[in-house]
């Protein structure tokens, strides 16, 4: 049973626009919503990552938005750039970090 | 800089060979992971430890056992190796913070 739901499984976004990517989880215990970016030929690297207790939180062009009552989070990429390519991972997990639940993951191109 | 190193990018096996992934992680920590990465499927635990000579079973532990004798290393073990292993494997240390994925191996069993 997949924990984490994730979609979409591929997306292709021109330069400049905005890349969005979905999640959803069921078990109200999760309390660690982090994201990774994977390049090609590299492991998965976190991006960015939200607690529960605010809604929104942004760092640069990324930005999580979380949905508690819908149980939802989502990545928005603002100004998308052809170095945004890369396969995006969420996950879950409760009482920290450790044995996060990840998504299928969402194989992102942002086309010049 | 913290790092995982997995010990081979690329690895071609035959059908019945016993195959062993290496993992080290100069961090000192506690927990270790290893992950198979499919397309469609994203990331799914094998087997991870929280300790020195602990293991604990993931979501897909058929066929693949693990070794942790010292804290630093996790060794991913295939004990007959069979097609459908073919797959990006992927190791991770982690903390309360996060986690460090190594680059992965690639493992083409023929």
């Known amino acids: 049973q997949q924990q984490v739901k994730q979609s979409p499984q591929s997306l292709i976004v021109q330069k400049g626009g905005i890349s969005i990517i979905n999640c959803a989880y069921e078990n109200t215990a999760f309390d660690y919503f982090p994201w990774y970016q994977q390049f090609p030929g590299k492991g998965p690297a976190l991006l960015i990552a939200?607690?529960?207790?605010?809604s929104e939180k942004k760092e640069g062009r990324f930005t999580i938005s979380f949905n508690k009552s819908a149980k939802q989070f989502s990545l928005h990429i603002m100004d998308s750039q052809p170095g945004d390519s890369a396969t995006y991972f969420c996950a879950a997990s409760k009482g920290g970090a450790n044995n996060l639940f990840f998504g299928t993951g969402t194989r992102l191109t942002v086309i010049p | 800089d913290v790092k995982v190193t997995q010990s081979s990018r690329y690895l071609v096996k035959r059908t019945g060979e016993k195959v062993f992934l290496e993992c080290v992680q100069d961090m000192d920590h506690e927990n270790m992971f290893w992950y198979r990465q499919d397309p469609g499927l994203g990331l799914r635990l094998i087997y991870f430890?929280?300790?020195?000579?602990?293991?604990e079973k993931g979501d897909i532990p058929e066929g693949y056992s693990v070794s942790r004798e010292k804290k630093e290393r996790f060794s991913l073990i295939l004990e007959s190796a069979s097609t459908n292993q073919t797959s990006m494997y992927l190791c991770?240390?982690?903390?309360?913070?996060?986690?460090?994925f190594g680059s992965g191996t690639r493992l083409t069993v023929v």
């Open positions: 430890s929280y300790d020195v000579k602990m293991k």
């Open positions: 991770a240390s982690t903390t309360e913070y996060g986690y460090t």
């Open positions: 939200i607690r529960p207790d605010v």
